[in-house]
């Protein structure tokens, strides 16, 4: 198995900062890319920034500038640094990790459970 452990969710003001951090455990023998997605009610879930294990990143649109992702170095940690905070930004997201396991061969993508952020006006 693996499991992904996300922290950092909460309310904040337009404005103001949030930090979301995911680390992944379990059979892994590598991670090749961590990211972190999200999904308002009635949208569909979109990419909002990923790193892969050489540290290229990739981010939509809305939050370039905004928000970094980063990888925090040992025990497959990757956090989000979230930055002059929106209304829009408001969603459920979501941790993901494409997966090398110990125990499998190929590649799989795994979800976190989501954790809550809500930007009031």
């Known amino acids: 198995q693996v499991q992904l452990m996300e922290s950092g969710g909460g309310v904040v003001q337009a404005g103001g900062s949030l930090r979301l951090s995911c680390a992944a455990s379990g059979t892994i023998r590598s991670v090749t890319e961590m990211g972190w997605y999200r999904q308002a009610p009635g949208k569909q879930r979109e990419l909002v920034a990923a790193?892969?294990?050489?540290?290229?990143?990739r981010y939509t649109d809305s939050v370039k500038g905004r928000f970094t992702i980063s990888r925090d170095g040992a025990n497959n940690t990757v956090s989000l640094q979230m930055n002059s905070l929106k209304s829009e930004d408001t969603a459920v997201y979501y941790c993901?990790?494409?997966?090398?396991?110990?125990?499998?061969?190929?590649?799989?993508?795994?979800w976190g459970r989501g954790t809550q952020v809500s930007v009031s006006s």
């Open positions: 790193i892969t294990s050489g540290s290229v990143t």
């Open positions: 993901k990790a494409d997966v090398i396991r110990a125990d499998v061969v190929g590649l799989i993508a795994h």
